[in-house]
């Protein structure tokens, strides 16, 4: 079984920033690809930033230019730089990552790491 377990959300001021985290464990060989998503209150959750194998990366047009997504393989974790927050990023993110066992293909999602945006 694998693991991704996200962490350093919290609460921010209006221009601040943020690093999460997202590190996984278990029985894997390699993350071949990685997403963070993330839901608001009363809302879908959605895309906010992916890399792929290759390491090209997309992001939602709501946070392109503000966040960065990126990984250290070495230590099986993906993380996302948000800079320049503003409330209305407020919401739970979560990371999603597809991993290869050796054997085939499986996708994870964490847990969530809650992050609010607030003056």
């Known amino acids: 079984q694998v693991q991704p377990v996200e962490s350093g959300g919290g609460l921010v001021q209006p221009g601040g920033s943020l690093r999460l985290s997202c590190a996984a464990s278990g029985s894997f060989l390699s993350i071949v690809a990685a997403g963070w998503y993330r839901q608001a209150p009363g809302e879908q959750r959605e895309l906010v930033a992916a890399?792929?194998?290759?390491?090209?990366?997309n992001y939602a047009d709501s946070v392109n230019g503000r966040f960065t997504i990126s990984r250290d393989s070495a230590k099986n974790t993906v993380y996302l730089e948000m800079n320049s927050l503003k409330p209305e990023d407020t919401a739970v993110y979560y990371c999603?990552?597809?991993?290869?066992?050796?054997?085939?293909?499986?996708?994870?999602w964490g847990q969530g790491t809650r992050v609010t945006v607030s003056s």
């Open positions: 999603n990552i597809e991993v290869y066992t050796g054997r085939s293909y499986v996708g994870y």
């Open positions: 890399i792929t194998r290759g390491g090209t990366t």
